[in-house]
């Protein structure tokens, strides 16, 4: 098969989807109360794409040449029965393989109700699991969740994951004044030596309602040179081309992190990603502002043929690299939320 790509060249690999906008956390950074209060109006039931049209969706883009699938949210393990839809996607055979590969699955959580679900989805058919987990300082993090949740529920939610059989990595966002400095030493050591690959995340400035300025955002390099200056850190190349983090190896042999760059040093030159938001809109940039509608036509009896064409043009007309071109003014034009479209 032909591999389908953008107009610079970039191949159609990743489908991130949304399958809800709400969550049980209200982080600072990402649904500030003031903004994701009561009256905040998310989407209706009815308008949430059903596990069939996500799967069906998903089916399309494994033609297409996706090989992995990320479930997000919001928190996806919000919605409920999420552990079907992973059964699901699961039967999904990749294109080109003959009796073949089923898609890898991956999902991205705050771990709150990991406790309950670990097994669930692992027994579904899940590969692998993203628990985010900003600081281990407890009053920081409750802080930072803003729903008073403590370090250790998320750090059982981890535990429950690995007992399940699921590789766990661990995202931490980093913003200034707030988990910098020695909080980044105390992370890591949490994570030294587990098996769990800590991962750290400048912080960006999706949506509009999180206030982002420059000067919150801490480099890769500086995270580096501070969990370094601790524990001395040697580069450890990279898996793939369209690999996010830059992966570094503790000298002493206690494992690894990562550090996704995505303000300083942008990746978009090997971006391969998709992204389908809960109401089934589709984006080719995190940093989208108007998506292409999916739901209509699912809805309105589109053919597989005439959905996969509508995804092809989609993925053929792509110039999307914002992170490349962003400037102080750029972060102040609209774009869409991070719950919204789910990182
Ligand atoms: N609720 C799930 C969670 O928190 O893992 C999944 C959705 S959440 C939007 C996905 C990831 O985006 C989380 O790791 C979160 O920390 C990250 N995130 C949210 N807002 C961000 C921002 N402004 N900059 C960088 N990462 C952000
Ligand atoms: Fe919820 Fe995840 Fe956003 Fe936090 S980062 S508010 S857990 S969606
Ligand atoms: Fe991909 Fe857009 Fe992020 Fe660049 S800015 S890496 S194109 S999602």
């Known amino acids: 098969m032909e591999p389908l790509l953008d107009r610079l060249g970039r191949p159609l690999e990743t489908l991130r989807i949304s399958i809800t906008d709400r969550c049980n956390f209200r982080c600072v950074y990402c649904m500030p109360k003031e903004v994701f209060g009561r009256d905040y109006a998310f989407l209706e039931r009815t308008a949430l794409l059903s596990f069939e049209e996500i799967a069906r969706t998903a089916r399309l883009f494994a033609q297409l040449g996706v090989t992995t699938v990320r ?26 393989s003959a009796g073949g590969r089923g898609l890898e699955l991956a999902l991205t959580t705050n771990g709150a109700l990991l406790p309950k679900l670990a097994q669930p989805l692992k027994d579904a058919g899940l590969d692998r699991i993203t628990v985010s987990l900003d600081s281990v300082d407890d009053a920081t993090f409750r802080s930072l969740n803003d729903v008073d949740f403590s370090v250790e529920r998320v750090l059982d939610g981890i535990d429950a994951a690995a007992e399940a059989g699921l590789p766990v990595k661990v995202n931490a966002v980093v913003k200034r004044g707030v988990n910098d400095g020695e909080q980044l030493v ?6 030294r030596g587990t098996g769990h690959v800590l991962r750290f995340i400048e912080y960006m400035d999706v949506g509009h309602t999180n206030g982002w300025r420059l000067d919150d955002v801490v480099s890769a390099d500086e995270i580096v040179k501070t ?8 580069p450890a190349g990279t898996h793939r081309p369209d690999e996010t983090a830059k992966r570094w190896r503790y000298a002493d042999g206690a494992g690894e992190i990562g550090v996704i760059a995505s303000v300083t040093q942008p990746f978009c030159g090997g971006c391969s990603r998709a992204r389908l938001s809960a109401e089934g809109k589709l984006y080719t940039c995190l940093f989208g502002v108007k998506g292409h509608d999916l739901r209509g036509p699912l809805r309105l009896g589109a053919s597989d043929e005439e959905l996969a064409e509508l995804l092809r043009s989609v993925w053929g007309r792509r110039t999307d690299r914002y ?9 102040t034009l609209p774009k869409v939320e991070m719950s919204y479209i789910g990182g």
């Open 71 to 96: 479930i997000t949210g919001g928190e996806p393990l919000v919605r409920r029965n999420v552990e079907r839809l992973i059964a699901q996607l699961k039967e999904i055979r990749l294109a080109g």
């Open 186 to 191: 105390q992370i890591a050591e949490r994570f």
């Open 227 to 234: 969990i370094g200056a601790r524990w001395p850190l040697e």
């Open 323 to 331: 992170s490349e071109l962003r400037t102080a003014e750029t972060a």
